[in-house]
Structures are given as structure tokens and as C-alpha cells.
């Protein structure tokens, strides 16, 4: 007996659609590895329907009053709240992740950060006029870009879905989004309720692949590209977009440095890093993956961290046990395992380092000491439940180390010398730096990294901004 699959539908100009061909993708669920769902391989024709869909209904959107705006994303809040369930049963299909911890630590902040955009949309101004020129008076307008083109990742699909479409909404732009091709579920219901409150073509959800994204980012319609993926991902999106000059706003791969000093309270320490490290199976661009420690403590901490990993659980999104659940698809699983069975012979797996069952994408928590700057899984995302540790000798090799990659997202500093952790702070190239912490975001501050982790920020007042333009207006008084 075969069970039935779901039919996930494009969501274009007010109505759900297959894709104008017919063409589909099959879905799996990453914690059974059995396909659950088919979804709508859309190709151009699907592209420029919803493009077309959201072009024509920015001018009216544009022209809402700011309190219009706040009203539609506080009723999509709630709407959210209201329907928290059926969002969390359809993000655990798309994911596997654990039940409580979907409920607990994403749909509350997922919610926050609707009511901030909310907020924020009552502050779309530009500054006060003057007169810069005798006889003449200067106004800055801040306006919305227009239709905005949206990727969102497979990592957190519905919260990456939150940063794109709300600040684009709040400022008075329309939206067509993309969902991964291996996550589509909770985007579309987010399509069906957001639908029921917002004016038909405002927002839009085209499912597809690779090539669905590149055709959204290559049409001429957006006027911005938004992107949370890959390096790889990224660079395209931005050559892309080049051709006709569209802004673009990129966040990328990470691989934050955890530096560690010598008076750090160990055990502490262990215990948030762990945690900051495993959360999610380490599929977070800010994730603790690569311990700095000094030298004096390094094989204390080791020893600690590797029991930490030990004691951490994966599983079934029912478990109530477990920290993290599995890989989101079977080619991150041959990534992630293709990093420890390449390791250098100088590396030594104090933990884990192998697949957890054979139903799913499980990867043992995994903890790797002995490594080298230059070593692959040290310069590389993986993208996994894998945390690597290097010694240091002084804070100017800590800093050496630390800025020695080429991503710039995100770090932290573990010490009680509160000098230190202001020049470390000062010095460390990332977007963002933590302090006898790690992984924490709250919607009143950026999110965004630096080098070849991309440009932009989400969450804010700068993310809102983000989604704007500036112009200038002046008057004779004459």
C-alpha cells in the first residue's frame, strides 16, 4: 500500500498554481529519508507570471500609509500564533528538526521579528529638510526599491522566509520568494496564510531548483536580489544581477572563530559551545564550529568538549531527548562526512565522526583536535555537527588564527578580562562578535558578515533600511 503524497502549489497572484509545465520535484522528510511531498519545478513561464503579479501590485502597496503596513504584519503575526501548529508540523517535514525546539525556538522569535518589521515600518523617513543652498530647500525621501526577488535556505526555512519577506512588506515592496528546493512545505502554508491578509500579487512563492532561483535573480522585473545560501550561491546571484545593475543584498557561509583564553570558566564554556556548535546538526552559518584555545587549557577543554559531544543526542523529531535532529538532505550528509574521512593524518576524532543509523541523515555529534590553520576543514564550511579545535599561544596568534578564513560572519570571546575582550572585539573581522557567549540574535540588532560571507544586513533598523532607497527633492522658495 503506497500512502498518498502531498501536492505543494505555487502561490502566484493571489492563487496556488503547479508550475505552467507540469514539471514537479519530490520532497523527502531528512529524518526518514521517504518522500512526502511533490512540489512544482517552475520554470520561466512560472517566474515571469509571478513577477508580473507583483509589478503590478506594488504601486498600490507603495502607496499605503506606513500604520496601513504595521497593521497587515501585526495581523500576519498573529495569524502566525494562531496557526503556530500547523507551522511547526510542516517545518519538522521539511527539516526533521526536533518538535519542542521548532516550537520553542523558532516560531516565538519568528513572530518578534514580524512585530519589529511592523515597527520599523512606521519609521521609513528620510531626514529633516533644510537649505543647503540660499534660496532652495532640500527633502530626503526614503522609499521602497519595488519588487524584490527572495532565495530563502534550507537551514531555517521559515525563520530566513521572516527576515526576507518582512522588512520587504514593511517598507512598501512586493515579494516573489523561493523556498529550497528541499524545503518547500512551511514556505507554501506561510503562502496560504499570508495570502488571506495581504492584497493579491503582493506576495508571491514560486518552488524550483537551482535553475528557478537563477531565473528569478536574471528577470528584469526585481529591482532587488536577496540570497541566504552558499559562497557559490552567492557570487552567481551577484553576477547575475550585474548585468542590469540590481541591488543586491547576500548572506552567506560562515565559520565562526570561539576563541578561548586561559581564564575562561571551562566548564561553562564547554556547555554554551557545545550547544552553540550542535544546535540545528551545525547547519547555521553562525555556529560555533572552530575552537581557538589556548594553549595552557587546551587539553582540559578538549577533553571536556569531547564529553560534552558524547552526552549530546540526535534523533526523531518526536524525541524529546535530543539537541539536534538530521542533515537536511543526503548530499549534505556525503559532505559532511566527506571532511572526516578526508582528515589529515596530524588530525585526531575525539568524538563522533560517523553516521548515526541507516533511516536518515543523522551525523553523530563530532569533535576534531590536532588540526592545523591551512588544514580543508578548518579554512571550509561543513555545514554539520562538527566542531573542530586549534591551540594558540598569545592573543596576536588567537587574532592570526581567528581572521585566517575567508568568511566573516560571526565569533566570539571567552574571558574574563574585560580589555581583552574589547581589543579582541575591536580587532576580530566579523559581523558580529559575542562575548562569554555565542548564537544569541534579537530583532533590534544586525545580522551580516563581511568578506566572502556577503553585504547586507538582516534584522534591524539597517535591514529595513535595507530594502529602501534614498531621494532627493529640492524646491526653489523663490
Keep these: 500500500m503506497t500512502t498518498e503524497l502531498r501536492r505543494l502549489r505555487n502561490y502566484i497572484d493571489g492563487e496556488f498554481r503547479d508550475a505552467a509545465d507540469g514539471r514537479t520535484i519530490e520532497v523527502t522528510n531528512p529524518a526518514t529519508g521517504e518522500v512526502y511531498a511533490t512540489s512544482p519545478l517552475s520554470g520561466q513561464a512560472d517566474v515571469d507570471a509571478a513577477m508580473e503579479a507583483a509589478a503590478a501590485a506594488f504601486p498600490a502597496w507603495r502607496d499605503t500609509t506606513p500604520s496601513e503596513r504595521q497593521k497587515v504584519l501585526l495581523k500576519i503575526a498573529d495569524a502566525f500564533e494562531e ?21 520553542s525556538e523558532e516560531v516565538p522569535p519568528m513572530v518578534d521579528q514580524i512585530r519589529f518589521f511592523a515597527g520599523a515600518a512606521r519609521l521609513l523617513e528620510g531626514r529633516s529638510a533644510g537649505e543647503y543652498m540660499e534660496g532652495m530647500t532640500s527633502i530626503i525621501r526614503r522609499e521602497p526599491v519595488g519588487v524584490c526577488a527572495q532565495v530563502a535556505p534550507w ?38 496564510i499570508i495570502g488571506a491578509i495581504v492584497p493579491k500579487g ?21 529591482a532587488m536580489a536577496s540570497i541566504t545560501g552558499s559562497v557559490r550561491a552567492g557570487m552567481q546571484v551577484a553576477e547575475s544581477a550585474a548585468k542590469d545593475v ?34 540545528n546538526a551545525g547547519q547555521d552559518c553562525t555556529a560555533a564550529t572552530r575552537v581557538l584555545v589556548h594553549e595552557s587549557i587546551h587539553d582540559e577543554f578538549v577533553a571536556a568538549l569531547a564529553k560534552a559531544a558524547a552526552e549530546t543526542k540526535t534523533g526523531q523529531p518526536d524525541d524529546e531527548d535530543v539537541l539536534y535532529g538530521p542533515l537536511n538532505n543526503a548530499n549534505q550528509l556525503k559532505q559532511v562526512a566527506g571532511f572526516i574521512d578526508r582528515l589529515p593524518a596530524h588530525a585526531k576524532v575525539e568524538s563522533g565522526g560517523h553516521r548515526v543509523g541507516d533511516k536518515g541523515y543523522f551525523y553523530a555529534p563530532t569533535v576534531v583536535s590536532g588540526l592545523r590553520q591551512d588544514d580543508e576543514i578548518v579554512q571550509n564550511e561543513v555545514f554539520g555537527p562538527v566542531i573542530t579545535v586549534q591551540s594558540f599561544t598569545d592573543e596576536a596568534q588567537a587574532l592570526e588564527f581567528a581572521n585566517g578564513v575567508e568568511y ?27 562575548i562569554n557567549t555565542h548564537i544569541p540574535l534579537v530583532a533590534e540588532m544586525p545580522h551580516g558578515g563581511f ?24 524646491t526653489s522658495l523663490g
Aim: hydrophobic letters at 45%; glycine letters at 6%; one cysteine or more.
Design 246 to 279: 540590481k541591488r543586491v543584498h547576500l548572506e552567506l557561509g560562515g565559520k565562526a572563530p570561539v576563541v578561548v583564553f586561559e581564564d575562561t570558566d571551562i566548564e561553562k564554556a564547554v556547555e554554551d559551545i557545545s550547544v552553540a556548535g550542535f544546535f
Design 83 to 103: 496557526r503556530a501548529e500547523e507551522l511547526i508540523a510542516a517545518e519538522v517535514l521539511n527539516t526533521g528538526k526536533p518538535t519542542a525546539l521548532v516550537a
Design 155 to 192: 537551514n531555517y526555512p521559515m525563520m530566513m522566509a521572516v527576515w526576507k519577506f518582512a522588512p520587504a512588506l514593511a517598507a512598501g515592496n512586493t515579494v516573489v520568494l523561493k523556498p529550497s528546493d528541499t524545503t518547500p512545505a512551511s514556505t507554501v502554508l506561510m503562502a496560504e
Design 202 to 222: 503582493v506576495f508571491n512563492v514560486i518552488c524550483g531548483d537551482r535553475e528557478t532561483g537563477r531565473a528569478m535573480v536574471e528577470h528584469p522585473t526585481p
Design 451 to 474: 568578506k566572502k560571507s556577503g553585504y547586507g544586513k538582516d534584522l534591524s533598523a539597517y535591514g529595513f533600511e535595507d530594502y529602501t532607497r534614498i531621494k532627493h527633492v529640492m
Design 408 to 434: 566573516a560572519l560571526a565569533s566570539s570571546v571567552w574571558t574574563k578580562d574585560h580589555q581583552r575582550a574589547m581589543r579582541m572585539s575591536k580587532s576580530l573581522d566579523f559581523g558580529c562578535v559575542w
